[in-house]
């Protein structure tokens, strides 16, 4: 497992870097099948599953603005919610701004607007 994690991390990560991107994180969920098969379970590489920040703008020891999930992290922690359910409800600014980031990721792996478009 931890042979095909990190392979799949480099391989991906290098990729990401052409296009502009550091995989800052990222997590995979894997399972065996009855005769012992390795299988990735997940969706892996996503915004939901990994930081990804613009590699123009990393500098490090600071937090780098992100393609992903952690600027509704970064909502949720400045209200105080003590993490317990419910969740607070999203204001509709912070479901556009983090489905914008989504779709720059998408754009910026993919090299395809159309596709980024096809995601609204």
Excluded: H
Excluded at 37 to 62: H, M, N, V
Excluded at 64 to 93: C, M, T
Excluded at 99 to 113: H, I, N, V
């Amino acid at each position: 497992m931890k042979r095909a994690t990190l392979a799949i991390y480099k391989d991906c990560a290098q990729y990401a870097l052409t296009c502009g991107i550091i995989i800052a994180d990222t997590k995979f969920e894997f399972g065996l099948d009855d005769k012992g098969t390795l299988t990735l379970i997940d969706e892996a590489l996503t915004p939901d599953s990994s930081r990804f920040w613009p590699a123009d703008q990393y500098k490090p020891g600071a937090n780098p603005p992100s393609y992903d999930k952690q600027y509704v992290r970064d909502y949720l922690e400045s209200l105080g919610w003590n993490k317990k359910p419910p969740a607070p409800k999203l204001p509709p600014e912070v479901i556009a701004k983090t489905a914008e980031k989504y779709r720059e990721a998408l754009m910026r792996l993919t090299g395809s607007d159309t596709a980024a478009r096809a995601v609204r």
